[in-house]
């Protein structure tokens, strides 16, 4: 089993940044991949972004390209999102989440095999 833990969630103004935590501990060795799943109001769990734990390579939603940059720890097991210029439709549940697969490596919601409790990203206009 792997537990994930996110923290750095808040309120910040459009065009503000905001970087979030993910901390993975218990059977990390099993991890190839950590990545972001987000849920805004009413609306599905949309990918973020995904970055391979040992090789470096990272994917994102075209919608945040530029803008939101997945890295890795792998000495501290944590995983961050740093997302800048952000906007109102940002807002959302923010989940992290690992997938074991090397072939899916969590580019898709339906990849991951573990989750965390999600933090809550608002951004007011």
């Known amino acids: 089993q792997v537990q994930l833990v996110e923290s750095g969630g808040g309120l910040v103004q459009a065009g503000g940044s905001l970087r979030l935590s993910c901390a993975a501990s218990?059977?990390?060795?099993?991890?190839?991949?950590m990545g972001w799943v987000r849920q805004a109001p009413g609306k599905e769990r949309e990918f973020v972004a995904v970055?391979?734990?040992?090789?470096?390579?990272?994917y994102y939603t075209t919608s945040v390209r530029g803008r939101f940059m997945i890295s890795r720890d792998n000495a501290e097991n944590t995983v961050y999102l740093h997302m800048n210029s952000l906007k109102p439709e940002n807002t959302a549940i923010y989940y992290c989440?690992?997938?074991?697969?090397?072939?899916?490596?969590?580019?898709?919601?339906?990849?991951?095999?573990?989750w965390g409790q999600g933090t809550q990203v608002t951004v007011s206009s």
């Open positions: 970055i391979t734990w040992s090789g470096g390579s990272s």
């Open positions: 989440a690992a997938d074991r697969n090397p072939e899916t490596w969590g580019r898709r919601v339906v990849d991951y095999d573990y």
């Open positions: 218990g059977h990390t060795s099993s991890i190839y991949a």
